[in-house]
């Protein structure tokens, strides 16, 4: 039987549905089988709103699912994670404890979490990553970089292809 694995990608408040990063590690995920999708929230500000918009979409024929987000998407993702327990949560500069959101503690929910900050980043405080980290026990990859990450995607996309390694060979036994 083969299993129906899907990678789904939030992006943030300012970028698009198939911005660089989504697109780049959309090849890793399509390369090691996983079916891809990316849902588009520019019209929506609110992020309680994404999460409902991520909620409502039909994730039930895969029996693998990976969500990934980037800056607001990372929050997305992981308060949905909260209702879909995904296999796996891949987040990019999460815009956790931020004034405003509903969820000031999102609580991963998800058999494999990992969380990929910048060093430099001007608009989340890597502070906020590494006390996520630390509270939920989750893998923590700092590294040099601002908010958008883009010199880090070659590292992020190899990152993110071990990942998917990690989440295929659970999967299959």
């Known amino acids: 039987m083969t299993r129906k694995r899907l990678v789904c990608f939030s992006h ?30 520019s019209d929506l500000l609110d992020p309680d709103l994404r ?3 991520l909620l409502n979409y039909p994730f039930a024929e ?21 209702v879909l327990k ?9 815009a956790f404890y931020i004034a405003g959101y509903a969820n000031q ?5 998800a058999k494999s979490v990992e969380v990929i900050h910048g060093w430099s980043d001007e608009v989340i405080p890597v502070s906020h990553s590494i006390k996520f980290a ?24 190899s990152l993110f292809g071990v990942f998917l390694d990690g989440i295929i060979e659970r999967n299959s036994s």
């Open 12 to 41: 943030g408040k300012e970028s698009g549905a198939w911005g660089t990063k989504i697109k780049q590690l959309a090849l890793v995920a399509e390369a090691k089988g996983f079916t891809v999708v990316s849902i588009d929230y």
């Open 51 to 53: 999460v409902q918009r």
């Open 62 to 82: 895969y029996d693998c699912l990976v969500l990934v987000g980037s800056s607001m998407g990372g929050y997305v993702s992981t308060v949905a994670s909260e």
């Open 86 to 94: 995904p296999t796996g949560l891949f987040v990019l500069a999460p």
């Open 105 to 109: 503690n999102p609580v991963p929910h």
């Open 134 to 157: 630390q509270q939920h026990q989750t893998q923590l990859h700092l590294m040099e970089g601002d908010h958008r990450l883009t010199k880090q995607i070659p590292l992020m996309a």
